[in-house]
């Protein structure tokens, strides 16, 4: 008996179990977005525009092949002549022109390049994050790690040269954490204004995997209230970089917006401890892809002094460093070792919010 399936079941939100390269997953990763705007009565378009390169060597023809979704989802594919000018336009998709009607309430930009491009936009990439996204925008930025030389000249990792630009990374390790990591970082993208960098390696890239749903539908985001000096602080935007509005905007990136990060990192299950053990003297912390031949070996020795902290947020969270997870883990120690102290080289440190709480209001 012959079964009809349809392969582009898993590019729409209503679509049942669907099989996804990690790459694919962006694509469904904007639909995601789009359906989720919609039922919170926002009218959102997608921007992607970048360079490709493996491991992100697929992004470019995956969108190109699917027209439709520019109805159905919002999305504009425009690829780049190179990383530099592709960057400078996914900058631009956050920010209004005066004088030109609105069509849509944001749009979500999206850069991806593979890691030595990464290397070559740091100044639009700087300017961006300072600027700050759209509040009902947002950018993500997606580095295509390539550690083990499959297609590479050198061994490249991303996370060190994001932080660099002043940019919070997540660390997906499989088609189900490309969607959901990407949906919490729009979200702190929108909260923040910062631009948030996806780490996306060659094995998460070119990988097969079984999406469900129920997974990366009704995530729920929950967006805190922040004060900052006494006062209810709500980010905003600086779409013109002129002194001496430019020391305000800094001022502003490395005080409350890294501040509401992490805040926002706090408040949603970004850090995971995924098995708990109440006698554990030992703490394995591993970020995304990695986590699963670091822990296995523990697993497999059925040991009952340890735990594992990953599959989820500052695990998968390179920068900031990991935080949440150390110290659900260490709230039951009597004695920390000094090994375990702070040593935390990024993000700087900054002021203290005044108060903060975890409120839930809407993306």
Known sequence: ??????????????????????????????VEQHAADAAAGLHTASFV??????????????????????????????????????????????????????????A?????????????????????????????????VLAGDDPGCKSSTIPRVSER??????????????AADVVRLGRYGIALSRASGMWVGLKITADVADGVYA???????????????????????????????????????????YGPRWAMVRAFLAANPVDVLVDPAPRATIGIVAGGKAFSPTARPARSARSRRWAATARSGSARLPSPPPTTCSRTWATARSRIPDSWRCRRAWPPASRSPTSCSTTARSP
């Open 211 to 253: 999406l469900d749903p129920a997974e990366v539908s009704d995530l729920a985001i929950t967006v805190p209230e922040l004060e900052w000096e006494g006062r209810p602080w709500r980010y905003r935007q600086y779409p013109m970089l002129v002194p001496p509005s430019s020391l305000e905007a800094e001022a502003q990136l």
């Open 108 to 140: 979500v930009g999206v850069w991806y390049g593979k890691a030595p491009g990464v290397d070559r936009v740091g100044d639009p990439f700087r300017h961006g994050n300072i600027c700050g996204a759209h509040p009902r925008g947002g950018v993500l």
């Open 161 to 174: 040269t994001l932080a660099g630009y002043g940019l919070p990374v997540l660390y997906p390790a499989d």
């Open 1 to 30: 008996m012959a079964v009809e399936f349809d392969l582009g079941t898993r590019y729409r939100s209503d679509g049942g179990p669907a099989l996804l390269t990690g790459v694919q997953a962006v694509t469904r990763l904007l």
């Open 49 to 106: 525009s970048g360079y490709q390169g493996s491991p992100l060597g697929g992004p470019d023809k995956t969108l190109a092949g699917l027209p439709e979704l520019v109805e159905s989802a919002g999305l504009r594919f425009v690829p780049g002549v190179n990383e530099e000018l592709a960057a400078t336009a996914v900058w631009g998709s956050q920010v209004e022109v005066p004088g030109h009607e609105r069509t849509v309430d944001g």
